[in-house]
């Protein structure tokens, strides 16, 4: 879904009002999720604290090295324990929530929000769009709404890029007018007319009704809100960007989406992405790995480390890419926090996961560490990063407490 | 013994109170039990001793039952089944105590409950997304799925027409809002006076790879074999198992027949070529032909409704049977160089340079004994649009003269109590009508307003969820449905949709207050094809959680020929099995055992049956030649489900035969309950795993009761085919393992079994068939948790103990008939529990 814009003049002032720095950048996130593990000997440092040599897997990030820090020794077990949908559960439904799918009878299977959608609980209204979503199409998505569903990924970078840069055709943005100024009056009226209901209705017996007028409230502003932001023009392309070109190998499409997203993140029109990068049966016949990936998993660590690297590299072009764009007299990376990895170890496993934290989260970090977490949340991960960002979360899933880093 | 069954699923769902307008009830002092507890239950759930993690002296040291409604529901149950106290303690009860303190015990629940619920509001349910699209099709008379689109709707108490579980999004209200102004968009298409003619698209027998005709372009994948024929012109021929297809560009809306000819070579003479149609992404079904010896080269014909205007669709037609050489389809083996390599070795020559790219393959001639499947001559033909009516739109139709006179005002009264499924008063017209005016402004057209009016409707609270008015201050049960919301209530229940014009007339008319007449519309819906689908959609899926099949991956080493087709048809035996049950008012105990089950050829071979009796993809009704099979558990969608990815769980299934067959599901593991984990040092089967792991004490209370009904399944491998040995379970898919474990020992199964009681004595036995005397031992258990689940799906909310009663009158009913599914159906509908709030 295209998440809906809100106006950046409308919301910084008030929403960031006196606690927000004008000289200082805001810090952005990200979450890059591989799918399906990688081949943790080729990936966990042999040595502990600052001086590790870095595994064959990372060594393209070289340049990086005091950028990022390794977190090994996580656990991601509510996802897994009991999962309704097989290991896989852990490491996609639940990668990014945390929950307990519950294949337990009679508790309901339900999924809940995912860590990216509670950052944009709390960021999305700073800029044009809440949220950017990518993932090279094929597999489901990781994010979920507030509710627990699932929301779609963007799969072409060339359109996330011309959402971003291009201002829509007069013609197009009369008919959106349109069908907004439409749904506007309905919403007004369901509003009011429900009034009458409400009062046909015992209290005791409107529960999910409710819920029905909350949401349509919500709607409503965000239906205006909308309104105000087709007439506002995009802002101008960086110098030297061009758009992504359509189709390529794997590959390319990964480094084009990463490629907008750091457009997306330079121009402030977002705060928060999600890149999903893997996908069980993806195959990168490009570097001489044709069969997918899932296969490799389960009998061939070889072709498995070749793709884990190969991944790494596009980890390293998209920490470039963020080095090189600088502002408030630092880069994007410095002001950045991202995660990079999966839910799982080297067989479907959920214990002694390693993630890698990346950037500086606007001086908040303190990188080029690997520690062994033995046996914290993954989640515990998660909230360092939002904190990063000022948000102030007291527990996610099965976590009530950050990592110390 | 682990004290934690549950009755059913409890959870936190208010409670429905007796009928009657009573004040505020008082609870018992707990002492008002008398010595009961004390004497029965305290000496081994006590401190120090809390047998199962349970302890009655805390529950006896609290005045009264107040806020410990669960671990009391779980002390109902253990008296109900009479499993407490255990058989071998002295001095049990006498079944007088037992019904005294069950009947005192249901009494105080049910007060408690009471006293809970006034605290929590009830949910009125919306429309769920497969009720949604049937829905505005039939309020508009034109087939459409906009809720395709919604995001997927949550399930509560397994089912996903729990009004509680019914959530509503932000999303979920954009998608709302989008949907309605398309659904108003469609039905208002403006049509001329006569159908356009209906054109048909062919491909020919003579053109080779990339043939493009206006309207409709071909696509052949690396699936081609292009052989001379004999007139010399180039003839289309398909392997089985590949895709091929046309992109078809359609200018109207409607309805399109697809025919397939074509000429299978090397089939049996009874086998029938089975052809899987996609549409748009969607399957839209699989056919079969006629038996290949019938003569003929017609193949298949079916008709597809083209939804949108202008639009380019793409067909894709695979066929699928088998392999190529006449077996299931290995899914570790591509058959494309394995056939050439056959066909090159047939002719002892290659034709390299008449080889294309890779894939495409041409021949001077068809090769002397080249005994591959195939199907020559393939041609496809798409015509339409064809109507059956004009305009293709009822609402079109039935609005004519209305909408000719562009009297808004007419049309809202006429499609307002259809879509709010109730009478509506003239100033809910004028507020629609008024609406339509004010939003669109003085000079709009007749046709925005329409389309205002009706996108407006759409999203009226009225229209997207089914409404029961309950006045404030009336007592929970205390409120009797009015005709119109019982008629949508049996409408749903039974179809899935609004109420047809029958129902309406009856509620318009009161008749649905009289018993009969009610239950004469019940018999007239189960004698309706769209009883049938409905409740297999929306209640057989959800009970037996079929939609989880599709996300099953079984180890392809180890299970190569499970494929997708093998899949479909695993999700599709139940279905088959249930709608018969539906049609013909079978027995509900065909599903514990029976002589009989739904397969076709695909099923046939992975149960060992004789495939030539059933050729084809469609499923028909099978006497079973051996007990191996029969009743759900012999289902290999069920066994798979049931599986892990590697080995068969005795655990899940053991679960699945709590949960779906008595629906009395085990408590969730605690927090630190280990995994099983494959043993490398010294092999063993998954029942010794099992028994070391009962072996834990903290284990043993909840596992001595649920892997029982696995073990006895062991028969059955993780895919669901018969076997008599296993591996030795060392994870295949881990070869680090494989190296050092060596060989892997193999054992004779076991599938003997000890099941705890119920509501008998303990016993053992062995074996499939003996399970399933079990379970047919248990059939009014069964009955009762049978009963329960198509409760929850028909009320649309979890049940609560004071439905407990109207349970039993329900099972009672089941029974009576001799366990024919109409009887359960007709009493659910009869019951006091369905028709009030």
Known sequence: ?405 | MKFSFRIFVWLSVPAVSGLAAEPAPTLDPVSKAGAFYSEQCVRCHKEGKAKGGFRMDELLAKPTIEGLDDPWKNVLDKLTSREMPPDDEEGRPTDEDYEKQIGWLRGELEKSEQLTATARPRAQRRLNRAEYNRTVSDLFGVPMRPADGFPPDDTLHGFDTVAEGLNTSVVLLDRYLDAAQLVAERVLKEYPDKPPEASTFRTGANKVNGEEVPGFKLFDPNSFLQFGGSDGVWERRHWVGHAWGADYHAKEAGRYKVTVRGRPRHFAPNERAIVRVEVGERVHGIFDSPPADRGGDLLIETNVWIAQHNTTVPFVFTFVNGNPFGGAVDETVDYYPSCWQRHHDAKGKHFPDQMGKSGDAWMPKEPDGLDIRWIEGVRLEISGPHYDAWPPVGFQREFAAELKAKDLGAVIRGILPVAFRRPVSEAEVANIVEFAESSTGAEAKFEDKLKAALTRMLVAPEFLFLVEAVPAGTPRGGYRLTNWELASRVSYFLTGTMPDAELRAAAARGELSDAKKLDDHVGRLLRDSRCVSAMTEGFLNSWLHLDRLAGVMPEPKLFPHFGDDLKRSMAEEPKAFFAALLRENGRITDLLDADYTWANERLAMHYGLNREAIRGSGLRRVELPNRQRGGLLGMAGLLTLTSEATRTSPVKRGIFVLENIFNRPPPPPPPNAGELIPGTASAKSIREHLALHRENTACAGCHSRIDPWGLALENFDAVGAWRTEESAWVDPSRPQQREEGGQTPKFAINASFELPKMSGAARSAAGFDAVRAELLHRREDFARGFTEKMMIYALGRGLVISDYQRIEDASDALRREDYRLHALIRAIVQSPAFQTR
């Not at chain 1, 996609?92 to 959608?117: E, H, M, Y």
């Not at chain 1, 769009?129 to 799969?155: K, Q, W």
């Not at chain 1, 072009?317 to 502002?327: D, N």
Request: aromatic residues 6%; hydrophobic residues 35%.
């Open chain 1, 1 to 405: 879904m295209v998440a809906l814009p809100f106006l950046e003049a409308m919301s910084p002032r008030r929403l960031m009002g006196a606690v927000s720095d004008p000289d200082k950048a805001p810090v952005r996130l990200v979450f890059i999720h591989t799918e399906s593990g990688m081949w943790m000997d080729a990936f966990k440092p042999k040595a502990f604290g600052r001086d590790f040599a870095l595994p064959s897997t990372l060594e393209p990030l070289a340049a990086f090295r005091e950028d990022f820090s390794v977190c090994t020794g996580l656990f991601h077990a509510a996802a897994f324990k009991r999962n309704a949908c097989g290991r896989h559960c852990q490491d996609t439904t639940c990668f990014l929530t945390g929950a307990d799918l519950g294949a337990v009878p009679g508790v309901p299977s339900r999924n809940t929000v995912s860590v990216d959608q509670v950052a944009v609980r709390h960021l999305g209204e700073r800029t044009r769009f809440p949220h950017l979503h990518f993932s090279p199409g094929g597999i489901d998505s990781i994010v979920y709404s507030e509710t627990g569903t699932p929301i779609p990924a963007e799969t072409n970078p060339q359109a996330a890029f011309n959402r971003l840069f291009a201002d829509q055709s007069p013609e197009a943005r009369a008919a959106a007018k349109r069908r907004l100024a439409l749904n506007k009056s309905v919403l007004d009226d369901v509003l009011e007319s429900a009034k009458e209901l409400e009062k046909r209705i015992g209290n005791q017996d409107k529960a999910k009704l409710d819920e029905y007028l909350t949401n349509l409230r919500e709607v409503e502003r965000r239906t205006q809100v909308s309104e105000k932001w087709l007439d506002q023009p995009a802002p101008s392309i960086p110098a030297g960007a061009k758009p992504p070109s359509d189709g390529g190998t794997r590959s390319e499409r990964i480094r084009a989406m990463m490629d907008v997203t750091a457009l997306a993140l330079q121009t402030d029109q977002t705060r928060v992405v999600t890149l999903q990068i893997g996908g069980m049966g993806c195959t990168y016949p490009e570097i001489g790995a044709p069969d997918g990936y899932h296969k490799y998993t389960h009998e061939d660590p070889k072709n498995m480390q070749k793709v884990d690297r190969h991944r790494v590299t596009h980890l390293a072009h998209f920490l470039e890419r963020l080095r090189s764009i600088k502002e408030g007299g630092r880069d994007l990376l410095y002001n950045s926090s991202i995660l990079y990895g999966s839910g799982m170890g080297s067989w479907h496993e959920s214990t002694d996961l390693a993630n890698l934290l990346i950037g500086h989260g606007g001086g908040t970090l303190k990188q080029g560490m690997h520690t062994d977490y033995k046996g914290k949340p993954l989640s515990s991960l998660f909230l360092t990063m939002l904190a990063t960002a000022g948000v102030e979360e007291k527990r996610f899933a099965d976590a009530g407490d950050r990592l110390s880093l």
